[in-house]
Structures are given as C-alpha cells and as structure tokens.
C-alpha cells in the first residue's frame, strides 16, 4: 500500500532552535495538508497545498511557521525559533480532492524543552 | 478553527454491541469524512459520503448525512475490542480545506 512518509519520527530540541518536519506524499495525490495534534486543542489545520501552490496558511503563527512544497515529492514545516508550547503531534496527509478520503502519515512527535 | 463536534465525547460498550457517534458541523460541505486513530498513531480514513448523499455503508460501518440539519452519524454494527479507537468527522467545505472535530473515544470491552 501506498503511504505518506513523514520524518522525522520524534525529535527533541531546546528552546530557540530551528525545527524542520518533512512529509513526502503519495506519487501523485495534489492536496498536502499539515496538521498539529494536541490534548488541549485536538487536531488543529495549519496548512494546506493544491498542485504544490499554498492555499491556506491561517491556521499557522505567521511569524515563526513556514510551510513549503517545494517540489511534488516533498513538503515541509518548519519552526523557527521553536517554543514549549509548539510540542505536539505534527500530521501531513495527503490525497486527490474529491475523491475517497486522505492519507496520513505516522506524525512527528515534538518536544520542545 | 474546528468545524465537526462530535458527539459523544466518550463512549463505553461491550463488545457485540453496537456504537453511534454523532458529528455536527457549521457550514456548507462538500463532504463528510470519518476517520479513526488508534493512540498513538495517524489517523485512517473510514468512508466519505457526499452532500448529495444521505446514507452509505461499508463494512459494519454505517454513515447518515442530514445536510438540513448540518449533522452526521457513524454506527459501528458488532463491536469488536479492535474498534477501540477515537473517531473523527472531518468536513471539506466551499474551501476544499478539511476540518476536523475534537474526536469521540470510544472503548469496547471484551
């Protein structure tokens, strides 16, 4: 089957430092999402892709959230400078609007300290 | 900004038996999607329906859709202990971006 493949897995940093999520989509879906998971706030949208061009970046603090496709094979999320309360789960999925439902990737599991 | 509520947040049953979740949500929709998420893990598409549609079937999944009142229901027929999970509604709107609610926990007990 195929699958959204997010990296990395878990990653720990300090405070301050620069963080960057990647996700590769499935060969061929046109709609990347990003999402963030937390207790407190559940599954927040941050940002989306069509056809590689960003759609909707609402969701994401502007001033220290990026969000880039920068070809069809990749999308990536970073964080920078990183803060406590930026740890979560980070979910990208992706799929063909309009039919059948989304894929999501495994999550990067991050913890700022 | 959250679309879908679900409804309820938690629900406990034994297994064999059967499970309805209920979602509503604020806008007009393209469609309704239903996802589950194990702990721990990313979330796997259940089934779509349409805002043309008013009711589809897959497996031991059954999904309504009212449009007029703005809310869907998912009902797992013969619950097992595997169906422990959260599940989710997730809404794609005049925006094609996809929404989720804040998830109801359910647990089947053995």
């Known amino acids: 089957d195929a699958r959204v493949t997010q990296t990395p897995r878990d990653k720990v940093t300090e405070m301050g430092q620069e963080v960057t999520m990647r996700c590769q989509p499935i060969l061929g879906h046109n709609t990347v999402f990003w999402y963030r998971q937390t207790m407190m706030q559940g599954l927040e949208l941050l940002a989306y892709f069509r056809n590689r061009a960003p759609l909707d970046d609402s969701g994401m603090p502007k001033d220290r959230f990026s969000a880039e496709m920068p070809d069809a094979t990749l999308a990536t999320l970073k964080i920078q400078p990183s803060e406590p309360r930026d740890s979560a789960v980070y979910f990208c999925?992706?799929?063909?609007?309009?039919?059948?439902?989304?894929?999501f990737g495994s999550g990067t599991r991050l913890t700022v300290v | 900004s959250q679309q879908g509520e679900e409804d309820p947040q938690a629900l406990s049953i034994q297994e064999g038996e059967n499970a309805t979740m209920n979602c509503s949500y604020k806008?007009?929709?393209?469609?309704l999607q239903w996802y589950r998420q194990n702990s721990g893990r990313g979330l796997v598409h259940l089934i779509l329906?349409?805002?043309?549609?008013r009711e589809k079937h897959s497996g031991r999944l059954r999904v309504t859709l009212d449009t007029s009142k703005k809310s869907s229901s998912l009902l797992i027929t013969a619950s097992r202990a595997a169906d422990t999970a959260s599940y989710f509604c997730?809404?794609?709107?005049?925006?094609?971006?996809?929404?989720f609610g804040a998830g109801t926990r359910l647990t089947v007990k053995p």
């Open positions: 999925a992706s799929g063909l609007m309009g039919t059948d439902g989304y894929t």
């Open positions: 806008t007009s929709i393209n469609n």
């Open positions: 329906i349409r805002s043309n549609e």
């Open positions: 997730a809404t794609d709107d005049e925006n094609n971006d996809m929404r």
